[in-house]
């Protein structure tokens, strides 16, 4: 029996360090988002931001807006700039491979900036309004200001915060607690991390 394992005189096991709820849920993605997630970004050029891995062109992505008169790649382009970004509503089956662009679009808009617009007073944050980023470094910088008002806004709720509902803003998941939804959060940045790391793979290896 190691001295971690051993009972307190009381015959209780001793707790284990740094296992309350909110350093376990912030320690996840702060650890994997510093050492791994944030490090395999570094460098990406406006070429790797745009590529499409598909063998025809058919990628879901960032672009510029389809001039008046032509038809845009999806019924959906959203985007309030001279960027947009393509979505169809339903999703078509199977959905379509997607740029890092649109990937980015993803976790920076519908990921972080509804849920910091919604929970921590963060500025407004949709699909249909948001300014994309027309250059990697762009696209980068709206992420790390938007994972820094996300991670800042959960590292300010209490154990006991992280049990209150998270309320009209989610949807069907209204009666859900906010560690559920911080939860759910990691998991959304470590899987679409993960997809981007690899489209940067298949960038460096392509023929």
Avoid: C
């Avoid at 790649?73 to 985007?79: F, K, L, N, V």
């Avoid at 199977?94 to 849920?115: Q, Y």
Wanted: aromatic letters at 10%; proline letters at 8%.
């Amino acid at each position: 029996m190691t001295s971690s394992d051993a009972p307190t005189e009381s015959g209780d096991p001793v707790p284990g360090k740094d296992g309350d709820l909110p350093t376990v849920l912030i320690d996840q993605i702060e650890f994997h988002v510093r050492e791994f997630l944030r490090p395999r970004l570094e460098g990406l050029s406006d070429e790797e931001y745009f590529f499409d891995a598909t063998a025809d062109g058919t990628a879901w992505t960032v672009h510029p807006r389809t001039p008046e008169g032509l038809a845009p790649p999806t019924s959906i382009q959203g985007g309030s700039g001279d960027m947009v970004i393509d979505f169809e509503f339903p999703e078509p089956e199977p959905t379509p491979l997607t740029t890092i662009a649109w990937r980015l679009g993803h976790i920076i808009v519908g990921v972080l900036g509804a849920r910091t617009n919604a929970h921590f007073d963060g500025p407004p944050a949709d699909y249909m309004t948001w300014e994309y980023a027309a250059t990697a470094q762009e696209a980068l910088a709206q992420f790390d200001a938007g994972y820094d008002r996300w991670i800042t806004g959960v590292r300010s709720w209490s154990t006991e915060d992280l049990q209150v509902a998270v309320g009209e803003a989610e949807g069907p998941w209204a009666e859900y607690s906010r560690a559920t939804l911080v939860a759910h959060i990691n998991r959304e940045l470590i899987h679409h991390l993960a997809e981007i790391a690899l489209l940067r793979d298949l960038w460096a290896h392509r023929d």
